[in-house]
């Protein structure tokens, strides 16, 4: 009698713990973008979702796509159409997650599962996007991310999570150039033009401000200089250089 005393007051002290989160399973899950007829760079916007429960739902939201009219939109239209031609919809649904036209932007689905409660699905989705100011603006995209898991009636709520790089990561690198400084217009930067420009190189570096001084004297000829320069950047042809030492004047 003890022993079961000892056991229901055990149990009487047992803390109630919160329902777990279900996980769903995902059976299958796709990535991509359609290039849209926009260009220039976005601020950063999170991404939004859509839960496709028949196909007829899924025609409906490829055609707002298919308004783009370009042919490599409608490429991958068709590509992804065919993918999910074979989707069940009487046993599955499609959770789509779509960004605004943006550009240089990733997202990845995190985790789907029930809420606490069970009265809804949510979907937590990282992503990151890089701002870049560039000579040539591209044309914007729209990246999507969809699972196909199985037919639920209840909502799917999205969470987005923006993930920053990381500040410890190297944000400069060395580099030894080889080009003719030439004056710019405002009469105190100097430009540096590699002699040589290999294919998928930086056409120009820039010398700005003190440093550009001890330089002045060498324009026009053609030097090498050793430095470092910022990973960011304004525009993919031209770089900042920071200038270590003076290798060669020629």
Not at 51 to 60: F, Q
Not at 61 to 72: G, H, Q, V
Not at 170 to 198: A, E, F, S
Request: hydrophobic share 40%.
């Amino acid at each position: 009698m003890k022993f079961t005393a000892a056991i229901i007051a055990f149990c009487f002290f047992l803390p109630a713990y919160t329902k777990v989160e279900a996980s769903i399973a995902i059976s299958r899950e796709m990535k991509g973008s359609f290039i849209t007829t926009v260009r220039g760079s976005s601020v950063t916007q999170p991404p939004y979702i859509q839960v496709i429960r028949s196909r007829e739902g899924l025609e409906y939201t490829l055609s707002r796509f298919e308004r783009f009219k370009k042919k490599i939109t409608q490429k991958r239209i068709d590509k992804l159409r065919k993918k999910l031609s074979n989707t069940n919809y009487k046993k599955n649904m499609l959770v789509c997650v779509f960004s605004p036209p943006m550009d240089n932007f990733k997202m990845n689905i995190k985790s789907l599962a029930e809420n606490e409660d069970g009265s809804a699905i949510e979907a937590i989705v990282t992503y990151i996007h890089k701002i870049k100011n560039v000579r040539i603006p591209p044309f914007k995209s729209i990246h999507y991310v969809m699972a196909i898991i199985p037919k639920s009636d209840l909502p799917v709520i999205l969470r987005s999570e923006e993930i920053f790089s990381s500040k410890n990561r190297k944000d400069t690198k060395k580099v030894t150039v080889t080009g003719r400084l030439m004056l710019l217009n405002n009469g105190v930067d100097l430009q540096l033009v590699p002699v040589v420009i290999k294919r998928g190189s930086k056409n120009s570096y820039y010398v700005k401000g003190a440093q550009a001084k001890p330089l002045l004297k060498h324009v026009g000829k053609v030097v090498t200089l050793k430095g470092a320069v910022s990973i960011e950047r304004d525009s993919p042809y031209e770089w900042d250089l920071t200038v270590d030492r003076v290798v060669k004047i020629y």
